[in-house]
Protein backbone atom coordinates (compact mmCIF):
# COMPACT_ATOMS: atom_id res chain seq x y z
CA UNK A 1 0.00 0.00 0.00
CA UNK A 2 1.54 3.45 -0.73
CA UNK A 3 2.55 5.74 2.02
CA UNK A 4 3.43 9.37 2.47
CA UNK A 5 5.91 10.61 4.61
CA UNK A 6 6.19 14.09 5.55
CA UNK A 7 9.82 14.41 7.25
CA UNK A 8 9.52 17.46 9.03
CA UNK A 9 6.86 18.77 11.34
CA UNK A 10 7.77 22.33 11.80
CA UNK A 11 9.42 24.43 9.44
CA UNK A 12 10.36 27.97 10.57
CA UNK A 13 11.40 30.56 8.27
CA UNK A 14 11.98 34.02 7.78
CA UNK A 15 9.52 36.18 5.37
CA UNK A 16 11.04 36.86 1.84
CA UNK A 17 13.15 33.58 1.89
CA UNK A 18 12.81 30.74 0.01
CA UNK A 19 10.94 27.36 1.49
CA UNK A 20 11.52 23.51 0.28
CA UNK A 21 8.60 21.23 2.12
CA UNK A 22 9.64 17.40 1.68
CA UNK A 23 7.76 14.88 0.67
CA UNK A 24 8.16 11.50 0.53
CA UNK A 25 6.19 8.13 -0.90
CA UNK A 26 6.54 4.63 -1.33
CA UNK A 27 5.21 2.89 -4.16
CA UNK A 28 6.46 1.36 -7.48
CA UNK A 29 4.87 3.02 -9.97
CA UNK A 30 4.14 6.33 -10.96
CA UNK A 31 1.62 7.45 -8.46
CA UNK A 32 -0.68 10.56 -8.35
CA UNK A 33 0.68 13.21 -6.02
CA UNK A 34 -1.06 16.25 -4.21
CA UNK A 35 -0.26 19.56 -2.30
CA UNK A 36 -2.74 20.87 -0.12
CA UNK A 37 -2.88 23.64 2.42
CA UNK A 38 -4.67 24.28 5.34
CA UNK A 39 -5.06 26.86 7.51
CA UNK A 40 -6.32 27.37 11.11
CA UNK A 41 -10.14 26.14 11.30
CA UNK A 42 -10.79 25.46 7.80
CA UNK A 43 -10.70 22.75 5.43
CA UNK A 44 -7.64 21.54 3.20
CA UNK A 45 -7.47 23.31 -0.25
CA UNK A 46 -5.81 21.99 -3.15
CA UNK A 47 -2.09 23.64 -3.92
CA UNK A 48 -1.26 21.55 -7.17
CA UNK A 49 -0.87 18.43 -8.14
CA UNK A 50 1.40 15.69 -10.51
CA UNK A 51 -0.85 13.08 -12.54
CA UNK A 52 2.09 12.78 -15.55
CA UNK A 53 4.96 14.86 -17.90
CA UNK A 54 6.21 17.41 -16.77
CA UNK A 55 8.00 16.79 -13.63
CA UNK A 56 8.15 20.12 -12.35
CA UNK A 57 4.49 21.34 -11.56
CA UNK A 58 3.32 24.78 -10.83
CA UNK A 59 0.14 25.63 -8.34
CA UNK A 60 -1.15 28.45 -7.27
CA UNK A 61 0.20 31.24 -4.42
CA UNK A 62 3.50 30.94 -6.42
CA UNK A 63 4.43 27.44 -5.07
CA UNK A 64 5.69 24.61 -7.25
CA UNK A 65 6.80 21.21 -6.60
CA UNK A 66 9.49 18.53 -8.30
CA UNK A 67 8.24 15.19 -9.22
CA UNK A 68 11.83 12.73 -8.28
CA UNK A 69 11.28 9.28 -8.82
CA UNK A 70 14.84 8.34 -8.12
CA UNK A 71 14.10 9.85 -4.57
CA UNK A 72 10.58 9.06 -4.11
CA UNK A 73 10.25 12.44 -3.51
CA UNK A 74 7.74 15.48 -4.56
CA UNK A 75 9.02 18.55 -2.25
CA UNK A 76 7.03 21.51 -2.26
CA UNK A 77 9.12 24.66 -2.92
CA UNK A 78 8.40 28.54 -2.76
CA UNK A 79 11.53 31.20 -3.68
CA UNK A 80 10.06 34.04 -1.19
CA UNK A 81 8.19 32.82 1.71
CA UNK A 82 5.01 35.48 2.61
CA UNK A 83 3.36 35.83 5.98
CA UNK A 84 0.24 34.81 4.88
CA UNK A 85 1.43 31.55 4.14
CA UNK A 86 1.95 30.25 7.43
CA UNK A 87 -0.54 27.28 7.72
CA UNK A 88 -0.79 23.30 7.62
CA UNK A 89 0.52 21.59 4.42
CA UNK A 90 -0.02 18.09 3.62
CA UNK A 91 1.36 16.25 0.75
CA UNK A 92 -0.89 13.18 -0.63
CA UNK A 93 -1.04 10.65 -3.19
CA UNK A 94 -3.72 7.19 -3.68
CA UNK A 95 -3.16 4.53 -1.76
CA UNK A 96 -4.73 0.62 -2.58
CA UNK A 97 -6.87 -0.81 -4.36
CA UNK A 98 -9.88 1.36 -3.74
CA UNK A 99 -7.44 4.79 -4.28
CA UNK A 100 -7.97 5.61 -0.94
CA UNK A 101 -6.37 9.44 -0.80
CA UNK A 102 -3.66 9.02 2.16
CA UNK A 103 -2.02 11.75 3.73
CA UNK A 104 1.46 12.68 5.18
CA UNK A 105 1.03 13.65 8.78
CA UNK A 106 1.50 17.63 7.67
CA UNK A 107 4.30 20.22 8.04
CA UNK A 108 3.57 23.45 10.09
CA UNK A 109 4.68 26.12 8.17
CA UNK A 110 6.01 29.35 10.66
CA UNK A 111 6.75 32.65 9.29
CA UNK A 112 8.75 35.15 11.23
CA UNK A 113 9.11 38.71 9.94
CA UNK B 1 -20.93 28.86 -4.84
CA UNK B 2 -21.57 25.08 -5.12
CA UNK B 3 -18.71 23.47 -2.66
CA UNK B 4 -18.31 21.26 -0.06
CA UNK B 5 -20.88 21.84 3.08
CA UNK B 6 -20.46 20.67 5.78
CA UNK B 7 -22.83 20.85 9.08
CA UNK B 8 -22.81 21.76 12.22
CA UNK B 9 -19.32 23.57 11.82
CA UNK B 10 -19.36 22.65 15.69
CA UNK B 11 -20.92 20.43 17.95
CA UNK B 12 -21.36 19.72 21.44
CA UNK B 13 -21.91 16.41 23.06
CA UNK B 14 -22.31 14.83 26.44
CA UNK B 15 -20.51 10.77 26.30
CA UNK B 16 -23.16 8.47 25.66
CA UNK B 17 -24.90 10.81 23.10
CA UNK B 18 -25.08 10.70 19.30
CA UNK B 19 -23.18 12.37 17.21
CA UNK B 20 -24.77 13.11 13.25
CA UNK B 21 -22.50 15.30 10.99
CA UNK B 22 -23.43 16.38 7.36
CA UNK B 23 -21.75 16.82 4.69
CA UNK B 24 -23.12 17.73 0.80
CA UNK B 25 -20.62 17.37 -1.74
CA UNK B 26 -19.71 19.55 -4.89
CA UNK B 27 -22.57 19.50 -7.30
CA UNK B 28 -21.57 16.89 -9.62
CA UNK B 29 -19.65 14.76 -7.38
CA UNK B 30 -20.89 11.38 -6.43
CA UNK B 31 -17.58 10.26 -4.37
CA UNK B 32 -17.23 11.03 -0.67
CA UNK B 33 -14.87 10.75 1.91
CA UNK B 34 -14.88 11.16 5.46
CA UNK B 35 -11.33 12.09 7.66
CA UNK B 36 -10.73 12.53 11.22
CA UNK B 37 -8.18 15.18 12.44
CA UNK B 38 -6.55 15.18 15.73
CA UNK B 39 -3.77 17.93 16.54
CA UNK B 40 -0.90 17.27 15.93
CA UNK B 41 -2.11 14.81 13.77
CA UNK B 42 -2.80 14.67 10.01
CA UNK B 43 -5.77 13.39 8.00
CA UNK B 44 -6.79 9.62 9.32
CA UNK B 45 -8.93 8.49 6.17
CA UNK B 46 -12.29 6.52 7.64
CA UNK B 47 -14.75 5.97 5.04
CA UNK B 48 -14.95 6.20 1.54
CA UNK B 49 -18.39 6.15 -0.02
CA UNK B 50 -20.70 6.34 -3.33
CA UNK B 51 -24.32 7.19 -3.45
CA UNK B 52 -26.07 4.53 -1.28
CA UNK B 53 -22.50 2.37 -1.19
CA UNK B 54 -19.48 2.02 0.86
CA UNK B 55 -16.68 1.23 -0.85
CA UNK B 56 -13.80 1.23 1.72
CA UNK B 57 -14.83 1.29 5.63
CA UNK B 58 -11.17 0.40 6.53
CA UNK B 59 -10.58 3.19 8.65
CA UNK B 60 -13.36 3.25 10.39
CA UNK B 61 -13.96 1.96 13.72
CA UNK B 62 -16.27 -1.26 13.93
CA UNK B 63 -17.86 -0.24 16.74
CA UNK B 64 -20.32 3.15 17.25
CA UNK B 65 -19.25 4.41 13.70
CA UNK B 66 -21.86 4.53 10.71
CA UNK B 67 -21.78 6.64 7.32
CA UNK B 68 -24.44 6.57 4.76
CA UNK B 69 -24.33 8.76 1.60
CA UNK B 70 -28.06 8.24 0.45
CA UNK B 71 -29.29 8.56 -3.33
CA UNK B 72 -31.01 11.81 -2.13
CA UNK B 73 -29.19 14.44 0.57
CA UNK B 74 -25.95 14.51 2.46
CA UNK B 75 -23.82 11.97 3.33
CA UNK B 76 -23.84 11.10 6.91
CA UNK B 77 -21.71 10.25 9.21
CA UNK B 78 -22.47 8.85 12.72
CA UNK B 79 -21.15 8.28 16.19
CA UNK B 80 -23.44 6.10 18.45
CA UNK B 81 -22.49 6.89 22.27
CA UNK B 82 -19.74 9.37 21.72
CA UNK B 83 -16.63 9.02 24.32
CA UNK B 84 -14.00 12.08 24.88
CA UNK B 85 -11.58 10.35 22.76
CA UNK B 86 -14.30 10.99 19.46
CA UNK B 87 -13.34 14.72 20.14
CA UNK B 88 -11.62 15.69 16.78
CA UNK B 89 -12.20 17.73 13.74
CA UNK B 90 -14.16 15.62 10.90
CA UNK B 91 -13.92 16.53 7.53
CA UNK B 92 -15.25 15.04 4.63
CA UNK B 93 -13.80 15.90 0.99
CA UNK B 94 -15.55 15.00 -2.68
CA UNK B 95 -14.09 13.67 -6.03
CA UNK B 96 -15.27 13.31 -9.33
CA UNK B 97 -13.51 11.07 -9.92
CA UNK B 98 -12.51 7.75 -8.02
CA UNK B 99 -8.28 7.67 -9.05
CA UNK B 100 -7.11 10.47 -9.18
CA UNK B 101 -6.93 11.18 -5.69
CA UNK B 102 -8.20 15.13 -6.03
CA UNK B 103 -10.43 16.17 -3.04
CA UNK B 104 -12.21 19.25 -2.38
CA UNK B 105 -12.90 19.83 1.18
CA UNK B 106 -15.73 20.99 3.35
CA UNK B 107 -14.43 23.14 6.37
CA UNK B 108 -14.78 20.68 8.75
CA UNK B 109 -17.41 19.74 11.53
CA UNK B 110 -15.46 20.19 15.16
CA UNK B 111 -16.79 17.56 17.77
CA UNK B 112 -16.35 18.12 21.56
CA UNK B 113 -17.28 15.18 23.69
CA UNK B 114 -17.74 16.81 27.49
Known amino acids: AQSVTQPDIHITVSEGASLELRCNYSYGATPYLFWYVQSPGQGLQLLLK??????LVQGIKGFEAEFKRSQSSFNLRKPSVHWSDAAEYFCEAPSGGSYIPTFGRGTSLIVHP | NAGVMQNPRHLVRRRGQEARLRCSPM?????VYWYRQLPEEGLKFMVY????????ESGMPKERFSAEFPKEGPSILRIQQVVRGDSAAYFC????????????FGEGSRLTVL
Open chain 2, 49 to 56: LQKENIID
Open chain 1, 50 to 55: YFSGDT
Open chain 2, 93 to 104: ASSSTENTGELF
Open chain 2, 27 to 31: KGHSH
